[in-house]
């Protein structure tokens, strides 16, 4: 199959500067918004640089929901990979009244 130069101007890039951008203009307007104090309005009012991330980092409350959420990971993680092994090689094996494959 062959295409005329017109049709393969048509085909979109997706190049690394389209993917790089794809990437990093999310994190950044997500992070530079919360580098300053807004108000109810939505009206950025003052910078405030990393003192958010200090203060979370410093909570007593974000390290408790931290350590709950490692907990729960290191508890179920293991528990659910075991319990589909099992399901899977149950599943796995020959029913008993099933039909041979001619053995």
């Known amino acids: 199959m ?7 101007a048509r085909v979109p890039r997706a190049g690394p500067f ?6 990093v203009h999310p994190t950044r307007a997500h992070v530079l918004p919360e580098l300053f104090n807004t108000r ?3 009206v950025i009012s003052t910078f405030n640089g990393i003192d ?10 974000f390290r ?3 350590l709950a959420t490692g907990l729960f990971a290191l508890y179920n993680v293991p528990l659910g990979i075991a ?5 899977a090689v149950l599943l796995n094996q ?8 001619g053995r």
């Open 18 to 23: 389209h993917l790089r951008r794809l990437r």
């Open 83 to 87: 319990l589909g092994l099992v399901l």
């Open 52 to 61: 958010h991330y200090i203060d979370l980092v410093t909570s007593a409350t």
């Open 2 to 8: 062959t295409f005329a130069r017109s049709e393969l």
């Open 94 to 101: 020959r029913l008993r009244g099933s039909a041979s494959s």
């Open 40 to 42: 109810s309005t939505g």
């Open 64 to 66: 408790s929901s931290l």
